[in-house]
């Protein structure tokens, strides 16, 4: 059998636009490792033209300020590791959890974020970190906040012909860092969740929780909620607080469209809100004792 599909590598974004103008149904292709698994590619007989994303120098660079960890799209997912100290903790933690080093060698972090279809791991530490994607088109970049950008269910904010390029990390010192990823019982990957804080003299001065499965869940009046507390937190705290979290998940029921499910339609809900509530609890005694 004659394969009928052409692979297209450019070196720069100018060229990379072109190619894209004049073969406007081509799928970019990062790692791979995403497509390959949705089956919206098969190896050995792809049948789609792909543009590979390898050749442009620009989306591999890595740059630090004293404020933040500049990454390319096109960074992989086990060099980001290997980075270090440099990387905040909560997104090292995260990247470790990915599958096997054999695709987090060849997975990278643009890849990893553009997927619509459910919010894979690096969106938990991008969201809590307060991380901006660059967005490029052939004619303009634009900046918005890994929070906007994974807002909709089953799609991201990309427009017609257009990628993310950069990824923008604020470097603040978080005090302590918790992450659970969770299995789904054979049938596929799990939900991440990420519980961050930071204290100055025994305050409580941010905290973070975030959750992404099909869907991406904060709370953000359960944060406002805890800050400026003292630590250790009362026990009457950390009860208001469980309470705000068990109401918000209450929201959500098994026949909704938004159902907190893992990666399978048919996801128990109930089960998931209780791994959930069960990693707040943990989380809350890592930060009282």
């Known amino acids: ?8 590598s450019p070196s720069t974004y100018q060229e990379l636009f072109n190619i894209w103008k004049n073969n406007p149904m081509a799928i970019l292709y990062a790692g791979g490792t995403e497509l390959i698994r949705s089956g919206k590619i098969s190896l050995p007989g792809i049948h789609e033209d792909l543009i590979s994303l390898e050749g442009i120098e620009e989306m591999h660079r890595i740059s630090r300020t004293e404020r933040y960890l500049e990454l390319g799209a096109m960074v992989k997912l086990n060099r980001i590791i ?11 933690k995260c990247l470790e959890n990915i599958s096997s080093p054999q695709i987090r060698n060849i997975g990278t972090i643009g890849g990893n974020i553009c997927n619509p279809d459910r919010r894979l791991d690096s969106s938990v530490p ?26 909709m269910p089953g799609q991201t904010c990309l427009e017609k012909q257009e990628l993310v390029s950069r990824i923008r990390i604020p470097l603040e010192p978080w005090t302590y860092t918790l992450y659970k990823k969770h299995s789904n019982y054979g049938e596929g990957p799990g939900g991440g969740i990420l519980f961050i804080m930071k204290n100055q003299k025994n305050i409580l001065s941010a905290i973070r929780i975030v959750y992404a499965g099909k869907i991406i869940l904060r709370e953000k009046n359960s944060e406002t909620m805890l800050t400026g507390k003292k630590l250790p937190l009362e026990t009457r705290e950390k009860a208001a607080f469980i309470e705000n979290w068990n109401e918000y998940l209450s929201l959500f029921k098994d026949n909704d469209e938004s159902i907190l499910a893992f990666s399978q339609k048919n996801a128990n809900t109930d089960l998931v809100k209780n791994q959930i509530m069960n990693f707040i609890e943990t989380a ?4 009282s004792n």
Do not use: C, H
């Open 1 to 8: 059998m004659v394969n009928n599909y052409r692979i297209f």
């Open 126 to 151: 991008l969201i809590a970190l307060d991380a901006q994607l660059e967005l490029r088109n052939s004619q303009y970049s634009r900046w918005v906040s890994a929070s906007q950008f994974a807002s």
């Open 82 to 92: 290997k980075l270090g100290k440099i990387v905040p903790e909560a997104l090292i």
């Open 284 to 287: 809350l005694t890592g930060i």
